[in-house]
């Protein structure tokens, strides 16, 4: 899996003369040692560069954004501290000024009910409304911290924080992102069908290649080549293999190899892949594993072309830092209206896996073979907190509109094949009412974390699509 990414902010201090302005030198060093805490860097002014760092001036804004300006190919999103009342006009400018299309988040420090004196008292409680008034008024998105006013040192700003470096990951992750669509969608499933015209609006590119085109590669790959027995021997590190003939290991690694060859050569982050049922009676083994090893990497690869459920699955793995899973909505669970069985046949990440093995597809080996079906990734998915998201494009109003929310994967006992996992979901009924009413599909993007909070955040707030958050437990 990759490295954590260190976080670039771009601050804002705001700042008004007639509020006591040592609060604003106090507040922008406050910022910057809670933006450091979190192992993140911050880009804002100097004392040399306006009175105290902040910005009050219209000559402040132009400086802040001219700062800006010159780091803007590694800024991820903008805070506004207001540790005083702060010049409403002054924040939104240098927002504006810089051009930046980031996502923001404004902070308010409190004051303090026995430090309430003209040298002391802040009113940014006050302020912060009136800086969201003019960035409104100026057409720039933001979002709020959980409490009106939060001290950059507190609890609550150390979590909001968290929740926000998830949103500019996602915002930034996707930008111009670049989707490989491997083979045509199966016959049998007209639920994966999505726009690429409606995705290209939001900047999100889908870059198709025929199966026949990469089988034909596969067909001109000599013998031991170094790129197929270099994946060979990471499918052999990655997943036990005992019982698998030596020949659908070749396969896999040939069709491995050149789906990494090819994703690398056109430039394409994720990928999604025609499975059902060409590459098994064509080539004769399925592809999970080698797509199971992409989303472990945080590369994810959805099966049967759904375009839509990769990008679900990459949102969330840009706003954890971890592995996702595509999943169907499958079963329910006895009779338990707020679990069921989630399950896929399958590709899912090792890192979803209490145990994991390499089989074969039990479905697909009654239509064409066991011979031909072996590669799948089998075992019970492990227990913990997760999050969910569905986000496709609705082709009759042209948006993309989707949903997201809490969740866990539980410890309760389930027999079957393939990987599968109990969920439990805060009233899970009506999720799926909301599913089948808005007609969404029946595959899920899930992840071992709690981030659907920042999911719908960037989704709702700075993509620009239409998202339903169902609530957690506590909400």
Known sequence: MAAERIMTYAVVVGNRGFFPDHLAKTGREEMIAAIEAAGGKAIVLTAQDSKFGAVETYAEAKACADLFKKHADVIDGVIITLPNFGDERGVADALRLSGLKVPVLVQATPDKSDA????TRRDSFCGKMSACNNLMQYGIPYSLTTLHTESPASVEFKADLEWFGAVCRIVKGLRNLRIGSIGARPQAFNTVRYSERILETSGISVIPIDLSEIL???HKMGDNDDAEQGKLAGIKSYVTTSGIPEAALMKMAKLGAVI???MKEVEVTISAVQ???SLEEYFGVVPCTIMSMMSNDLIPSACEVDVPGTLSMYMLALASGTPSALLDWNNNYGSHPDKCVCFHCSNLPKHFFKEVKMDFQE???GTVGKENTFGTCVGRVKSGAMSYARYSTDDRRGIIRGYTGPGQFTDDPLTTFGGAGVAEIPKLQKLLKHICREGFEHHVA??????????HEAASR?????SYYHPGLEE
Do not use: H, P, Q
């Open 275 to 277: 499975c059902w049922t």
């Open 260 to 262: 990494d060859g090819w």
């Open 116 to 119: 309430m004196t003209i040298a």
């Open 446 to 455: 899930a992840n071992f974390s709690d981030v659907s909070k920042s999911v």
């Open 216 to 218: 034909g590669r596969i």
């Open 462 to 466: 700075y993509l620009g699509w239409e």
């Open 363 to 365: 479905i697909i080996a």
